[in-house]
C-alpha cells in the first residue's frame, strides 16, 4: 500500500502527547506474541532519560493513530549518529493501513536529514526490507535470531561492532 488508507498528518511529538502515545502503544503491542507489554514504559523511559531522539505521531482528524520512536544506540568501535527505530505503533484496528510505513519512512527521511549515518532495528526481515533494512553480519545486536537484527545505511561506510541500545531497553 503507498500510503495510508485513513487520512494522516504526521508530526513531531508535542507536550501533551504523552498519555495518547503510551495508551496508544500499550494497545499496538497488546496482543503481539513476541511482546511482553514493555513497549509503553520503553517509550516513557526513552522520553524521561532524554534518549527520545526523534519521536512523530500519526494523527486522523480525531486522535493519535500512530508513533515511532527513534533513539541512539551505541556501536563497539565508537560510530557516532546511528540510531534505533522502535516501538512503532498503530491502534489494533488501523494496523495494516500504511500509517506505520508513512510513520518508518518520515522518520527516516527526517533522520537523514538531520545527519545520521545510520538506522538499526529488531523486526520482521520481510516487512522491514521494503523499507531498505538488511541483515548486516557486521553489526551484532546480541541474543535474537541475527537475521532479525537489521541496519539501513544512510551515510558514510558501514560499521562493525556490537551495538547497544539505550538503558530504556534493558531496565523494563
Same mark, same amino acid.
Given at each position: ?34 511482546? $511482553?507489554?514493555?513497549?509503553?514504559? %520503553?517509550?516513557?523511559? #526513552?522520553? *524521561?532519560? +532524554?534518549?527520545?531522539? /526523534? @519521536? ?36 489494533? $484496528?488501523?494496523?495494516?493501513?500504511? %500509517?506505520?510505513?508513512? #510513520?518508518? *519512512?518520515? +522518520?527516516?527521511?527526517? /533522520? @537523514? ?60
Amino acid at each position: 500500500m503507498t500510503g495510508p488508507a485513513t487520512p494522516v498528518t504526521i508530526r513531531p511529538e508535542a507536550a501533551g502527547d504523552e498519555p495518547a502515545i503510551h495508551r496508544l502503544t500499550e494497545a499496538a503491542f497488546k496482543n503481539m506474541a513476541f511482546s $511482553e507489554g514493555k513497549e509503553p514504559r %520503553i517509550v516513557d523511559r #526513552l522520553r *524521561r532519560d +532524554g534518549d527520545l531522539a /526523534l @519521536s512523530l505521531v500519526a494523527e486522523d482528524a480525531d486522535r493519535i493513530v500512530g508513533h515511532i520512536a527513534f533513539s541512539p544506540v551505541s556501536i563497539v568501535g565508537g560510530t557516532k549518529e546511528w540510531f534505533g527505530l522502535g516501538p512503532v505503533s498503530v491502534w489494533p $484496528e488501523l494496523q495494516r493501513s500504511g %500509517i506505520g510505513s508513512a #510513520l518508518i *519512512r518520515r +522518520g527516516i527521511a527526517d /533522520l @537523514s536529514q538531520r545527519g545520521a549515518r545510520g538506522i538499526v532495528l529488531l523486526g520482521d526481515p520481510h516487512y522491514y526490507g521494503r523499507f531498505g533494512f538488511e541483515h548486516v553480519p557486521e553489526l551484532t545486536y546480541p541474543g535474537p535470531p541475527p537475521q532479525y537484527f537489521q541496519a539501513l545505511l544512510l551515510d558514510g561506510d558501514m560499521p562493525s561492532g556490537e551495538v547497544t541500545y539505550p538503558l530504556a531497553f534493558e531496565e523494563n
